[in-house]
């Protein structure tokens, strides 16, 4: 693959996503609650770390670039098994994936998610531990470790300024103040407070 062309899925993609933030704009939303589940951001996460050397997947929350309008995605801890059970117990329709640029099923996506079901029959807990491992990416935290490196790099001192709103700045400031006052008393991840 050319990693300075884009695949016929991420142009769709962005097609898609242009027609619902336009749809977003002219209704008076400024919230878009997007569907993908945790399997799709575990294969996306794998995909991207497979074929382009990069931890990426798709955030959870987050403002577009023109900052108007957040997208969510409030299934991205949910299994795909789970929505599955209850879109049949509900009596949801359920549109099967098809791609209407080569008329059958993505066929890269269709082989992680084998290949990642293949490894959760010997290793169950292995969604667990790609949601661990997804998490600084989902919340953008990877990005700026990057972005502060680099600017630490270039000698450029100071704050670190981020792209995120204040509310979503808020929280990480409180989070940081929680995890530094649970290690000054001994607490912390796994110790039992928190």
């Not at 899925?9 to 996503?17: G, Y």
């Not at 990069?54 to 403002?63: D, E, I, P, V």
């Not at 879109?87 to 996506?109: G, H, Q, T, Y």
């Not at 169950?124 to 531990?129: G, M, Q, R």
């Amino acid at each position: 693959l050319d990693a300075n062309r884009d695949s016929i899925c991420s142009f769709c993609s962005r097609m898609r996503r242009g027609i619902l933030y336009n749809c977003a704009r002219r209704e008076g939303y400024n919230v878009l609650a997007l569907g993908q589940h945790l399997d799709d951001l575990a294969e996306s996460f794998v995909m991207s770390a497979f074929h382009n050397g990069l931890l990426r997947t798709m955030k959870g929350n987050y403002m577009n670039d023109k900052g108007d309008i957040r997208i969510i995605r409030p299934l991205a801890y949910v299994r795909e098994r789970a929505l599955r059970e209850y879109a049949v117990l509900a009596s949801l329709p359920v549109i099967d994936e098809n791609c209407p640029a080569c008329f059958e099923e993505p066929k890269e996506r269709k082989r992680v998610k084998l290949m990642l079901a293949s490894q959760e029959h010997v290793h169950p807990n292995v969604f667990s531990c790609l949601l661990r491992a997804m998490k600084p990416v989902m919340m953008g935290q990877l990005e700026e470790m990057q972005a502060q490196r680099t600017k630490t790099k270039r000698g450029g001192g100071g704050g670190f300024h981020s792209s995120r709103s204040a509310s979503s700045n808020s929280h990480s400031a409180a989070r940081g103040r929680r995890s530094r006052g649970a290690q000054q008393s001994g607490g912390g991840p796994g110790s039992g407070s928190g």
